[in-house]
């Protein structure tokens, strides 16, 4: 329940923020979290501000994976009181004012309504807070002058853990806190049992973890992972009350480690789930020959039409996709039986189960080439946003409807 709770509230203001890219380096400007720290330390008498809620700020938020810790002074006024609480910061107008939130998402909608206030140099934080750590920024040493936290844990980078793994550290022990059946990946949720498994980490759930606190050293570093984050952090904050001192989570769990996909890094250390294979946006636009694959978007008619009358449903299409709704490929294979043995990316609006479940339909009906888009359209356009040297993505999608 939580979990969805947050993806509906993340989708509502990620498409308020997808209206927003159009204004990126317009309106205001954008920056890439890897120079943060540099252009900070370049800048006199800037601004940080903080949109997240005040929970998040305070690492006390009942939703654990998104306790970030925040950068030191700065300001937080929840984005959705920023419009009545202008004038806290309104003496801050032509001082260069550094927005930043979890995911970039609600921190471009601060960012407009900034600039549209009268605020003269302003610039988001591409990928916010989450970005800082799952590229390595906040365990970097010049950075630790800029970060704090209330977590008694740390966070590991997926590139961070590689090299870890690489060098077979004996003093590492990898936990991963899924459930058994989504470790074995047997359980009845399509997307959950598509997340593969990190090579070395052994399984011990969140829910039995306290019962089996005799299997794990507390003289060796734990490194705690899971899907997306939520039972790592508890599970780090478990093993602290019981005397662990050295624990660490992956942030953002295996499914960043998914969406950043650095082979060089971690080849060979990402075990795949099932019989079809995920496709991150940054895999997606490596491939060459996209004439020969078909995109096979699975969303609504009215989705795909940009017609549907939840607005922030309507992000546009991957050029040339074929739209055939989840709940009718079964009646539909047979316009699909040209592509048994040729590449199909299937994909959605952005992670929900309804891509995963007609893959795996698909590969149990014969088709021998068959992927899910990871995270769907919806990715595409935050990667082409938010990650450096991805912005060609945003060419990939057509039928944007225009949205205020």
């Known amino acids: 329940m939580k979990r969805s709770f947050i993806l509906i509230s993340f989708l509502f203001w990620s498409n308020l923020s997808f209206a927003q890219y159009k204004n990126d380096n317009v309106l205001f400007k954008t920056l890439d979290p890897t120079l943060l720290y540099k252009t900070l330390q370049a800048t006199k008498g800037y601004v940080l501000l903080d949109v997240r809620s005040s929970g998040e700020f305070e690492d006390t ?26 004038d806290e910061i309104k003496a801050d107008k032509d001082k260069p004012v550094f927005v930043y939130c979890s995911h970039s998402q609600r921190s471009r909608v601060a960012s407009k309504l900034l600039a549209d206030s009268g605020f003269t140099n302003v610039t ?9 750590h799952y590229l390595g920024e906040i365990n970097k040493p010049y950075f630790k002058d800029l970060y704090e936290t209330k977590n008694k844990f740390s966070f590991i ?3 961070e853990l590689c090299d870890k793994i690489n060098t077979k550290d004996a003093n590492v022990f990898l936990i991963d806190v899924r459930s058994d059946s989504l470790f074995k990946h047997i359980s009845t949720l399509p997307k959950d049992n598509a997340i593969g ?11 039995v973890l306290k019962n ?13 992972i899971a899907p997306y984050g939520e039972e790592e952090a508890k599970a780090a904050t478990l ?18 480690w998914i969406s950043m996909n650095d082979e060089a890094a971690c080849k060979g250390l990402y075990l795949p789930a099932g019989n079809y294979s995920l496709v991150s946006s940054k895999d997606f ?49 047979a316009k699909l039986e040209s592509y048994k043995n040729k590449p199909v990316i299937v994909y959605g609006f952005s992670a929900g189960p309804e891509a995963f479940a007609a893959a795996k339909y698909l590969c149990s009906h014969g088709f021998t080439k068959v992927s899910v888009l990871y995270s769907g359209i919806f990715d595409v356009k935050w990667t082409a946003a938010n990650i450096k040297g991805q912005s060609y993505l945003k060419d990939f999608v057509t039928d944007i409807p225009d949205i205020k």
């Open 285 to 333: 636009g490596k491939i060459k020959d996209k004439q020969n694959i078909l995109m096979l978007d699975i969303r609504s008619t009215d989705e795909f039409n940009g017609t549907h009358k939840d607005y922030w449903r309507n992000i546009g299409k991957i050029k040339n996709a074929l739209n055939i709704p989840s709940g009718e490929i079964e009646n539909n294979t």
């Open 124 to 132: 988001n934080v591409n990928g916010g807070l989450t970005s800082l």
């Open 61 to 86: 938020s009942s939703f654990t994976g998104l306790n970030l810790g925040h950068l030191k002074g700065a300001i937080n006024i929840n984005v959705r009181e920023l419009a009545k609480r202008l």
């Open 197 to 207: 498994n990190i090579k070395g980490a052994i399984n011990i759930p969140y829910e």
């Open 157 to 159: 980078s997926p590139n």
């Open 239 to 256: 093993l602290l009350e019981n005397g662990y001192k050295n624990v660490q989570v992956l942030a953002e769990g295996v499914d960043r």
């Open 212 to 224: 089996n606190l005799n299997k794990i050293s507390k003289n060796k570093q734990v490194i705690l």
